[in-house]
């Protein structure tokens, strides 16, 4: 057991210099310095949490690098803004898209990765063992912190007026913040039915954790 905490910790040092160096070439000449606070922010308060309770609550190697793949994500859009990342503009204009879609791809992302965080923190800390109410909280709860980012978003755009839109990125879709709900739920799902049983032996390999009885 000793081995696997010693493995998961040099994964968790490798993928948190990788995302720092990700992190200091998103704030070098970022397109809007307020835009890169209020996307980066997210990343720069997990992972200080991930290394203070990485002892008595190490993390599965595999949320690890969902959290790191996250990360990367959240900081290419808060170095460029969501509506202007160059290769979606270049998708856009290639397949004669409506608009810069990274924004999708970062909400969907946003369901996808928490849905395998909030599965490992239920299935490590409550009573609750894989299965439908298991998978339909996890979408639940996915959905629920996708509203609330919608929430803080609204916020954002109240308290700052125009200087806020490029951290809205709706690019003028009046159906933008459902649509980034519903890619925020279908990540959520999506996750679940590919990686569920992979997870499981990974939390069945953690110390002083007891394998899921189905």
């Not at 704030?27 to 290394?51: G, H, K, N, S």
């Not at 460029?80 to 879609?101: C, G, K, M, Q």
């Not at 946003?110 to 965080?117: E, T, Y």
């Not at 959905?143 to 690019?171: M, R």
Request: proline content about 5%; overall charge neutral; hydrophobic content about 55%.
């Amino acid at each position: 057991m000793s081995a696997i905490v010693s493995s998961d910790g040099r994964l968790l040092a490798v993928s948190t210099i990788a995302v720092a160096l990700v992190c200091l070439w998103s704030y070098v000449d970022a397109a809007d310095r307020l835009t890169w606070w209020m996307e980066a922010l997210p990343v720069l308060i997990v992972y200080p949490l991930v290394w203070a309770v990485r002892r008595r609550f190490p993390l599965t190697p595999l949320l690890t690098l969902l959290i790191a793949l996250h990360s990367v994500i959240l900081l290419v859009g808060a170095h460029y803004t969501y509506a202007e990342v160059p290769l979606f503009h270049w998708i856009r204009d290639a397949f004669d898209l409506s608009r810069n879609h990274y924004d999708r791809v970062g909400h969907l992302a946003q369901g996808f990765i928490p849905a395998i965080a909030i599965r490992e923190l239920l299935l490590r800390t409550s009573p609750l063992r894989p299965g439908r109410w298991l998978f339909a909280i996890i979408v639940f709860s996915v959905l629920g912190v996708s509203a609330s980012y919608e929430l803080l978003e609204w916020l954002a755009a109240v308290l700052v007026g125009g200087d806020a839109d490029a951290f809205l990125a709706t690019q003028g879709d009046i159906w933008d913040t459902q649509k980034d709900m519903a890619l925020a739920g279908s990540g959520a799902i999506l996750a679940q039915l590919l990686l569920a049983g992979f997870h499981d032996r990974q939390l069945a390999a953690l110390p002083k954790f007891q394998a899921p009885k189905y």
